[in-house]
């Protein structure tokens, strides 16, 4: 699989932006295209240092568009999508779920429709692929593991929405022809992610002595996977995988949440040279999420196997190499908290 124009969506995000710097760096024969609408998750400065490659475009528009969406691929002809534009945080999608439906949804409608439109006559060499979360299936119980053939379950209005696009990509495939691949990740942390989910807020609460939320009591299980592991991921899945398929991706690496809250306290105590048992006592248990998923796990074997991808990191390595990127990037979670990250678009492309 080789591409001429590539679309990634969602690449001023947190995975898309890991996404966008590393196909942009490996593949300097692709013209890539990252097109994102700028919500409050969107940061381009998270890509100063490609934003001025030559192979490389930055794009302002909302995949709800879906004129907008059409006259793109009218005008690039996208041979290849990589779709990772979407709302993302559960918590955000118990207020409002409607928000939820029309990115994650009627987005993802839009941008298969405008694909389907500018290939139908000939889908040879061509590739939609969709990201998607483990969130799909549900959750689990003590034991077992989430494969591909693990039935859809979901539970929030976020997972339902992901859940609702996996099945639209599915169904213009089986439909239309439309060659796709869709990959299942756990939760994934790391640099350059957005301060409302539970790793970079609790990072940021340390630094500011402010408490820190842990939902019911703590023992609800996460798999947790290297956001640059998952970039690696993508780049074999869309290059290699096979179409039609699903691949789960995940760490191999569960955490039960205050297990890992504990672990993160030791970890910012040692490097900010405060004596052990400081940042732990900044815990506070606060009211459950409702329909809070008790356990997620990822059986990876598949692309394990098919393509031989496994995280690269440990969790203790992959979470001290965080720490050190939010210790050392102050000013990018001073502009992220304050809301100045959102004028860098206006300075640096009106
Ligand atoms: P994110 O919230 O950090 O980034 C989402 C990006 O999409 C932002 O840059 C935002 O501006 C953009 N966007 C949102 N709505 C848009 C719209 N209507 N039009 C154009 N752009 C829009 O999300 P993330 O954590 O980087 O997740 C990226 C993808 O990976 C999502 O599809 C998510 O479901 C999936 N995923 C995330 C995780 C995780 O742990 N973060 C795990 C598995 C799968
Ligand atoms: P989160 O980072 O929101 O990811 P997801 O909900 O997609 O798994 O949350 C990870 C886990 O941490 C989840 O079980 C909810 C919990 N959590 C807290 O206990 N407190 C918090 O303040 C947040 C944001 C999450």
Redesign the pocket.
């Known amino acids: 699989m080789k591409t001429n124009n590539l679309l990634i969506t969602g690449g001023a995000g947190f995975i898309g932006s890991h996404v966008v710097r590393f196909f942009v760096n490996k593949y300097r024969e692709y013209q890539i295209f990252n097109l994102d609408e700028l919500t409050y998750a969107g940061n381009l400065e998270n890509l100063k240092d490609v934003e001025d490659s030559p192979n490389y475009t930055f794009i302002k528009g909302n995949i709800n568009n879906e004129d907008f969406i059409d006259q793109l691929f009218i005008k690039y002809r996208f041979d290849g999508v990589i779709h990772l534009a979407a709302e993302?945080?559960?918590?955000r999608s118990i207020k409002d779920p409607l928000a939820f439906v029309r990115t994650n949804v009627i987005g993802t409608i839009n941008l298969l429709n405008a694909f389907k439109a500018c290939w139908q006559d000939n889908f040879e060499g061509k590739r939609f692929y969709h990201i998607s979360?483990d969130?799909v299936y549900g959750t689990l119980g003590e034991t077992g593991l989430f494969t591909e053939r693990t039935a859809y379950d979901p539970n929030?209005p976020?997972?339902a929405s992901k859940a609702s696009s996996d099945h639209f990509v599915r169904a213009y495939g089986e439909t239309y022809g439309l060659p796709y691949v869709i990959s299942n990740c756990s939760?994934n942390?790391g640099p350059n992610q957005f301060p409302?989910?539970?790793?970079p807020?609790?990072i940021n609460n340390i630094l500011n002595n402010k408490p820190?939320?842990?939902?019911?009591d703590?023992n609800?299980?996460?798999d947790w996977l290297y956001v640059i592991d998952h970039a690696l991921a993508i780049d074999l899945v869309f290059h290699k995988g096979k179409n039609k398929e699903t691949y789960n991706l995940g760490g191999f690496n569960e955490w039960k949440?205050i297990d890992?809250?504990t672990l993160l306290c030791k970890q910012m105590d040692d490097k900010l040279g405060k004596p052990i048992g400081t940042s732990e006592k900044l815990i506070t248990y606060?009211k459950d999420?409702p329909g809070?998923?008790l356990r997620?796990a990822i059986d990876a074997t598949k692309i394990n196997k098919e393509l031989g991808w496994g995280p690269s990191v440990t969790f203790e390595e992959g979470l001290s190499k965080t720490i050190d990127w939010y210790l050392s990037n102050e000013e990018w979670l001073n502009h992220v908290t304050s809301g100045d990250y959102q004028k860098y678009y206006l300075k640096q492309y009106s």
Not at 88 to 91: F, L, N, R
Not at 196 to 199: A, G, Q
Request: overall charge negative; charged content about 20%; hydrophobic content about 30%.
């Open positions: 993302s945080h559960v918590d979360t969130e929030s976020y997972s939760n942390y409302e989910k539970l790793i807020l609790f820190l939320p842990v939902y019911g703590g609800y299980t996460r949440n890992l809250v606060v999420r809070h998923d997620y």
